[in-house]
C-alpha cells in the first residue's frame, strides 16, 4: 500500500523567514513524490516533483523539497516565504506500478507580513 | 484551452437524482483521473483513463458511481441516486502519458457537489 502523512495541519510562518511543510510516505519499491499547491477556489498546480537523482529538487516559484530515503520524508522548502505563498500544500506519493497518486490531507500555510 | 476544463463548477443536487460531471482535459493527453476531495481532505482517488479504457476503477466507492471516456478525451463521472455523503468537490486531472508513474498530473478547478 502507499500513503503519505502530513503531520502538520497548519504552518505558521512570517513573511521573509524560510518556511518548511513536512511530509512523510509509505510506498512499496521507489516512490515518485510530488507537492502540489491549491489556492482558494483553485484547482491544484504542480510545484515539483521527485523521480530519481539528486535529492534536493527545485521547482516553481522559489520552492524546493528535499528527498530522504532513509526518513522516508518529502519535505518542501522555500528560503524566504511571502504573503502569497499562503495557500494549502499537498504531498502525494506514486509506487512504481501504480496509476494512483496519493495524497496527503494538506497542510495549510498562513505566511504573515 | 490550455488547461483541464470542468463543468459545471458548482452543482446542487437533491437527494435521489442523478448527476454528470463533465471533464475537458488538455488537448492530446492521454490519462485522465478523478478524484473526490472531500472537506478538509485531500483527493481520494476515484478512477483512471487510458486513452478510452478504464484501467482502474478501485477507488469508486459505489456502484453508484459511474464514469467513461468514450473517446479518449471528454470524461463523465455520473453518480445515480446521490447521497447526502457524495457531497464533495469532484477533481479531474490529465497527463500527457500514459503508463509513467513520474510524470505530474494537471488538475482542473473541480466541480463542487452539494446534495441537499
Known amino acids: 500500500a502507499q500513503s503519505v502523512a502530513q503531520p502538520e495541519d497548519q504552518v505558521n510562518v512570517a513573511e521573509g523567514n524560510p518556511l518548511t511543510v513536512k511530509c512523510t510516505y509509505s510506498?512499496?519499491?521507489?516512490?515518485?513524490l510530488f507537492w502540489y499547491v491549491q489556492y482558494p477556489n483553485r484547482g491544484l498546480q504542480f510545484l515539483l516533483k521527485?523521480?530519481?537523482?539528486?535529492?534536493l529538487v527545485k521547482g516553481s516559484y522559489g520552492f524546493e523539497a528535499e528527498f530522504n530515503k532513509s526518513q522516508t520524508s518529502f519535505h518542501l522548502k522555500k528560503p524566504s516565504a511571502l504573503v502569497s505563498d499562503s495557500a494549502l500544500y499537498f504531498c502525494?506519493?506514486?509506487?512504481?506500478?501504480?496509476?494512483?497518486?496519493?495524497f496527503g490531507a494538506g497542510t495549510r500555510l498562513t505566511v504573515k507580513p | 484551452g490550455a488547461g483541464v476544463s470542468q463543468s459545471p463548477r458548482y452543482k446542487v443536487a437533491k437527494r435521489g437524482q442523478d448527476v454528470a460531471l463533465r471533464c475537458d482535459p488538455i488537448?492530446?493527453?492521454?490519462?485522465l483521473f478523478w478524484y473526490q476531495q472531500a472537506l478538509g481532505q485531500g483527493p481520494e482517488f476515484l478512477t483512471y483513463?487510458?486513452?478510452?479504457?478504464?484501467?482502474?476503477k478501485s477507488g469508486l466507492p459505489s456502484d453508484r458511481f459511474f464514469a467513461e471516456r468514450p473517446e479518449g478525451s471528454v470524461s463523465t463521472l455520473k453518480i445515480q441516486r446521490t447521497q447526502q455523503e457524495d457531497s464533495a468537490v469532484y477533481l479531474c486531472?490529465?497527463?500527457?502519458?500514459?503508463?509513467?508513474?513520474?510524470?505530474?498530473?494537471?488538475f482542473g478547478q473541480g466541480t463542487r457537489l452539494t446534495v441537499v
Open positions: 483513463f487510458q486513452n478510452e479504457a478504464q484501467l482502474d
Open positions: 486531472a490529465s497527463s500527457l502519458v500514459g503508463g509513467f508513474p513520474q510524470a505530474e498530473a494537471f
Open positions: 521527485y523521480i530519481t537523482g539528486d535529492n
Open positions: 502525494a506519493v506514486r509506487g512504481l506500478s501504480r496509476r494512483d497518486m496519493r
Open positions: 488537448s492530446g493527453h492521454v490519462s
Open positions: 510506498v512499496s519499491g521507489n516512490p515518485y
